[in-house]
C-alpha cells in the first residue's frame, strides 16, 4: 500500500526544521563573528578571528590538543589491542571480573576520580603539565578501548586462528601478522571517537592543567577566553568559539560516517 | 558485549566440535585444578598494561574517593571520621536536595523529550521513504560533536538579551517576553534545560533511524493491508523493534544529564543565585574551592551509584524478550498472522 505523498512532503519538512534547529546556534555564531569588532565598518570582516587568535592563544591551544589526543589515542589503541585480543581469544584467569570492571568503567562519571587524581598527580609533580592530561585520559579510555577490540577479536573467525596456530605462529604472531591486518576499519572507528572524546575534554583539563597557559587544551582555552571576555566583544568570543570548532568540523566532514557508526552502533552492541 | 571472554573460547569450541573436539570435552566440567593450567596465564601479560593504567588512574582513585567520604577533611589538616555523616549531608542539606532537584528538572529536558522528539520522528520516517537520509543524519549529528564550550558559548550568544532568540520574539510582538533566559532567575534553568535537548535529540533520531532501517519492510505491508492506522503502527511494529536503541538512548542521555558539568559551568556556573547547581558542580567547588573533600566525595560517590543503577535499571526494563530478535510479540500485534506464515 503506498503512502500519500502529502504525508512524505509533511515529513520531509520536519526533518529540514529538524536540521535547521541542529544548525542554527552554530551558524548564529558564524555570523556574528563576522559582523566584526564594533565600532568597525559595516559587512563582512575578519578582525575578530585575529583579535581571538591573538589574544587568546589559540595557536598554543591547538597544538597542545593535538598532541594530547593523538598521544591518548595511539597509547590506547596499542593497550586495547593487546588486552581486547587476549580477553576474546585466551582464557583469561578473572577474565570475567575484568570486563565486568570495565563495563562499569564505561559509564563512570569522571567526577568520582578527579579529586584523588589531583592529589595523586600534585604529589608526582605532573600537575600543569601535560602527563597530567594524557596518562588519566589514557585510563578513562581504556574500557571503551578494550571493549570495543574485544567484540572485534570475538567476530574473527575461529578457523583463522587455528590455521595460523597449525602453521606455528606464536599467539603475539598471529595477533600481528594475521588479525591486526583485518581490523584496520575497527581500529579506524575506535580512534576517531577517541580522538573526539579527548579533543573535547573539559573537566580534567580544567582540573589538572588549570595555570599553566602553554599546555592547556582548545575547550579551556576557550573557556578562559570566554568568561574573562564574557563583558567584551560577543564578535571575538564568537570568532573564538568558531576557530575552537573548526577543526572538528572538518574532521567531521569527512569521517562523519564513520563517527555516527561508531558512536551509536558501537553503543548498542 | 553479553558474552563474557573466558566463555568465548568455550562457545565457540561447543559450535565448532570438528576443529576442537579433543578439548572440549574437558573444558565442559572442569575439576579445580584441570580448569586452573587450562586458563592462559601468559594472557594476563597482554591485559596488564591497559589493567595497570585503569587501575591506578580509575579504580584507585575511586578507592580514595570512598575512603575520604568517610572523614570530614580539608586537604591540609588530618582528618577527623565521621561515619555515614557525609553521606546524610547529601540527602538533608538544603543546598545539595536543590540540586538535585534541578537535576530531575533537567533528566526531563536531556532525557525524556529528546526520546519522545526523536520517537516521533522516527515513527514518521518509518512510513516513507526518505530522501537525502545521509545528510539529514550528518546535520542533525552535528551538536555532538562539538565541544560543550562551543555549544555554550553559541547558547550565550543565541539566548543574549540583545541575541537572537531576544530578536524573534520582538519581530514577532512577543517583546515582553524577552529577557537575557540565561541571567533570570525564572528561566535559567529550563534555558539549559534546552540547550540539553538540543544537544540529545539529534543523538536520538540518528539511533532510532538505525533501528528502523533494520525493521523488515514487509511487516508494514502487511499490518497497512490489515487495516492499521499509522498510530497503531508505531505501537505495534515500530516501538516493540525500537527497544535496543530506546535502551541506549536514555542510558546516555541520562549519564549526560546526572553529569552535566560542562555545560553548565560555562553558561552560568549555577546561577543567578542556585537556581541552576547540579551535584557535580558542587563537586568541583567542595573539593576545589570549599575545600569540603569528604562531603564532595561522598557527593561525587552517590552521583556514580545513581547512574549505575539508572543504567541497570533501564537496560533490565528494556531488556529483549525471549525468542528471536526483532520479532514483536503480543496479542495486538495485527501482523503476526501474516508474518508468521
Known amino acids: 500500500m503506498r503512502i500519500a505523498r502529502s504525508e512524505s512532503i509533511a515529513t520531509h519538512a520536519l526533518l529540514v526544521l529538524a536540521s535547521v534547529v541542529a544548525v542554527f546556534p552554530l551558524a548564529s555564531i558564524v555570523v556574528s563573528s563576522l559582523q566584526g569588532v564594533t565600532g568597525s565598518s559595516s559587512g563582512l570582516s575578519f578582525t575578530a578571528y585575529s583579535t581571538a587568535w591573538t589574544q587568546g592563544r589559540f595557536g598554543s591551544a591547538l597544538l597542545s590538543s593535538a598532541l594530547v589526543s593523538v598521544t591518548v589515542v595511539v597509547v590506547t589503541v596499542v593497550l586495547a589491542a593487546l588486552a581486547g585480543y587476549a580477553l576474546a581469544t585466551m582464557r583469561v584467569p578473572g577474565g570475567k571480573v575484568i570486563v565486568a570492571l570495565l563495563l562499569v568503567g564505561l559509564v563512570l562519571p569522571y567526577e568520582v576520580t578527579v579529586l584523588p587524581l589531583y592529589e595523586m598527580l600534585t604529589g608526582w609533580h605532573l600537575i600543569d603539565t601535560y602527563g597530567a592530561l594524557i596518562l588519566p585520559q589514557i585510563a578513562l579510555s581504556v574500557p571503551l578501548g578494550v571493549l570495543w ?33 583485518i581490523a584496520g576499519p575497527a581500529i579506524t572507528t575506535l580512534s576517531t571517537v577517541l580522538f573526539l572524546f579527548t579533543w573535547n575534554e573539559f573537566l580534567l583539563a580544567l582540573i589538572l592543567v588549570p595555570d599553566n597557559p602553554s599546555v592547556q587544551t582548545v575547550p579551556l582555552a576557550l573557556s578562559f577566553f570566554s568568561g574573562a571576555a564574557r563583558s567584551s566583544d560577543p564578535a571575538v568570543t564568537a570568532a573564538a568559539a568558531v576557530l575552537v570548532a573548526l577543526p572538528v568540523l572538518l574532521a567531521y566532514v569527512f569521517l562523519q560516517r564513520r563517527l555516527i557508526s561508531g558512536l551509536t552502533e558501537g553503543a548498542v552492541k | 558485549m553479553s558474552t563474557a571472554a573466558p566463555t568465548t573460547g568455550r562457545d565457540t569450541a ?3 566440535p570438528a576443529s576442537t573436539n579433543r578439548t572440549g570435552g574437558r573444558r565442559r566440567r572442569p575439576s579445580p585444578l584441570t580448569y586452573l593450567s587450562s586458563l592462559h596465564w601468559t594472557s594476563l601479560l597482554y591485559v596488564a598494561p591497559a589493567l595497570a593504567f585503569f587501575g591506578v588512574f580509575v579504580l584507585y582513585p575511586i578507592g580514595i574517593s570512598v575512603w575520604y567520604s568517610f572523614y570530614d577533611y580539608d586537604g591540609l589538616t588530618v582528618g577527623t571520621p565521621v561515619g555515614w555523616g557525609n553521606y546524610t549531608a547529601v540527602f538533608t542539606d538544603s543546598q545539595l536536595r536543590a ?9 526531563f529536558f536531556y532525557a525524556a523529550l529528546p526520546v519522545c522528539v526523536g520517537l516521533l520522528l522516527a515513527g514518521a520516517m518509518s512510513r516513507i521513504r526518505v530522501y537525502g537520509l545521509t545528510v539529514f543524519r550528518a546535520v542533525l549529528f552535528l551538536p555532538q560533536i562539538l565541544s560543550s564550550v562551543v555549544v555554550a558559548v553559541a547558547w550565550r550568544n543565541l539566548l543574549a538579551e540583545d541575541g537572537p532568540a531576544n530578536a524573534v520574539l520582538r519581530a514577532v510582538g512577543l517583546g515582553r517576553f524577552a529577557t537575557s533566559w540565561l541571567g533570570d532567575f525564572d528561566t535559567a534553568l529550563p534555558s539549559i534545560g534546552v540547550i540539553g535537548s538540543w544537544v540529545e535529540y539529534g543523538l536520538c533520531m540518528v539511533l532510532f533511524l538505525s533501528g528502523i532501517v533494520a525493521i523488515d519492510r514487509s511487516t508494514y505491508e502487511a499490518a497497512r493491508l490489515d487495516g492499521a492506522g499509522p498510530v497503531r503502527e508505531f505501537f505495534a511494529i515500530t516501538l516493540p523493534a525500537l527497544r535496543p536503541q530506546i535502551s541506549i538512548a536514555l542510558i546516555l542521555t541520562i549519564t549526560f544529564a546526572l553529569r552535566n558539568f560542562d555545560l553548565i559551568w560555562n553558561t552560568t556556573r549555577g546561577g543567578p543565585g542556585t537556581t541552576t547547581t547540579v551535584p557535580s558542580l558542587y563537586v568541583y567547588q567542595d573539593a576545589f574551592q570549599n575545600r569540603m573533600l569528604g562531603r564532595a566525595s561522598a557527593l561525587a560517590i552517590v552521583l556514580t551509584v545513581v547512574i549505575l543503577l539508572v543504567v541497570v535499571v533501564v537496560q533490565l526494563a528494556l531488556r529483549e524478550r525471549e525468542g528471536p530478535r526483532r520479532r514483536f510479540t503480543g496479542p495486538r500485534t495485527p501482523a503476526r498472522k501474516v508474518h508468521s506464515s
Open chain 2, 99 to 107: 540540586a538535585l532537584l534541578h537535576s530531575l528538572v533537567l533528566l
Open chain 2, 14 to 16: 561447543a559450535s565448532a
Open chain 1, 149 to 181: 577490540m574485544r567484540s572485534f577479536f570475538a567476530s574473527v573467525p575461529v578457523e583463522l586462528l587455528e590455521a595460523a596456530r597449525i602453521d606455528g605462529t606464536s599467539r603475539l604472531q598471529s595477533l600481528r601478522l594475521v588479525v591486526l591486518p
